[in-house]
T-cell receptor, first 113, second 112 residues
Framework: NAGVMQNPRHLVRRRGQEARLRCSPMKGHSHVYWYRQLPEEGLKFMVY????????ESGMPKERFSAEFPKEGPSILRIQQVVRGDSAAYFC???????????FGDGTRLSIL | TQLLEQSPQFLSIQEGENLTVYCNSS?????LQWYRQEPGEGPVLLVTVVTGGEVKKLKRLTFQFGDARKDSSLHITAAQPGDTGLYLC????????????FGQGTTLQVKP
């Protein structure tokens, strides 16, 4: 399967813990986008990365959230000191340029106890 | 305030019925995309419309971009249970980055 791979599919954390969400883009794609989806809502843009660079993080909360896309390995969305309001589905999408269609993974469902 | 307003928010119909869902805005867009998202999965791109007044067909689905490129509609003929899902419209939020801005979606349930 050459699609966008996200793991874990489900993640449960207690308040105050850290959550790490991983995204492996489609083969040949060097552009990665992260989106967050709350129940019964559309997706909200969080951050756009190219290899080793954050291009647009205008949708990222100012604190506790960070993202990276290293030269080797998957893109990581990291949430520190999670709170109940962080519970959501987090989707990653990849493309081979910033004006080509984005292909989405099946998301990570984060639940905060 | 949502840039893209989708209506209706929820729709439950019987198999075989026709339906139309809408995506409206007061802004003008160079293009607009429609996605379908099934429970537990990511959105899947259905179509991109680019030209004002454009109509695109995908089997029983007909997509139209408004003449002024501010709105779009999706019409489904003879809906089937397999059409059940969340239908999302989206536009490019930046010419430089390609980040997408989504509407809140229409949840469609087609009962057999």
């Amino acid at each position: 399967n050459a699609g966008v791979m996200q793991n874990p599919r489900h993640l449960v954390r207690r308040r105050g813990q850290e959550a790490r969400l991983r995204c492996s883009p489609m083969k040949g794609h060097s552009h990665v986008y992260w989106y967050r989806q709350l129940p019964e809502e559309g997706l909200k843009f969080m951050v756009y990365l190219q290899k080793e660079n954050i291009i647009d993080e205008s949708g990222m909360p100012k604190e506790r959230f960070s993202a990276e896309f290293p030269k080797e390995g998957p893109s990581i969305l990291r949430i520190q000191q999670v709170v109940r309001g962080d519970s959501a589905a987090y989707f990653c999408a990849s493309s081979n340029s910033n004006n080509q269609p984005q292909h989405f993974g099946d998301g990570t469902r984060l639940s905060i106890l | 305030t949502q840039l893209l307003e989708q209506s209706p928010q929820f729709l439950s119909i019987q198999e075989g019925e026709n339906l139309t869902v809408y995506c409206n805005s007061s802004s003008v867009f160079s293009s607009l995309q429609w996605y379908r998202q099934e429970p537990g999965e990511g959105p899947v791109l259905l179509v991109t419309v680019v030209t004002g007044g454009e109509v695109k067909k995908l089997k029983r689905l007909t997509f139209q971009f408004g003449d002024a490129r501010k709105d779009s509609s999706l019409h489904i003929t003879a809906a089937q249970p397999g059409d059940t899902g969340l239908y999302l419209c989206a536009v490019d939020g930046s010419s430089n980055t390609g980040k997408l801005i989504f509407g809140q979606g229409t949840t469609l349930q087609v009962k057999p």
